[in-house]
């Protein structure tokens, strides 16, 4: 089996900063791309930032400059740096991974259990 496990959501005010971080664990074969997801009240789920295993990352527009992803491949960890948060941030954010098994094989999408982030004016 492999889980993923989210941690680091909280309440913060405007302008102020949370980490999320985001660790596999199980019969892991090999760790490829992973990444965050966002979900508000009413809203569809949406892509925020995802990386590579070398490291290539990219961003929705809405967060370009304020969050920052990274991954430790040693520990099968994400991170999701967030600065400068605005009240449209508040959300579910979830992790997501595409791993493959132990003994090999193709690899398939893994999902955290989602964090809420709530950021008050």
């Known amino acids: 089996q492999v889980q993923l496990v989210e941690s680091g959501g909280g309440l913060v005010q405007a302008g102020g900063s949370l980490k999320l971080s985001c660790a596999a664990s199980?019969?892991?074969?090999?760790?490829?791309?992973m990444g965050w997801y966002r979900q508000a009240p009413g809203k569809q789920r949406e892509s925020v930032a995802s990386i590579t295993r070398g490291g290539s990352t990219d961003y929705a527009d809405s967060v370009k400059g304020r969050f920052t992803i990274s991954r430790d491949n040693a520990k099968n960890t994400v991170y999701l740096q967030m600065n400068s948060l605005k009240p449209e941030d508040t959300a579910v954010y979830y992790c997501?991974?595409?791993?493959?098994?132990?003994?090999?094989?193709?690899?398939?999408?893994?999902w955290g259990q989602g964090t809420q982030v709530t950021v008050s004016s």
């Open positions: 199980g019969r892991i074969g090999s760790v490829y791309a």
């Open positions: 997501r991974s595409e791993i493959s098994a132990y003994l090999g094989g193709s690899s398939r999408a893994y």
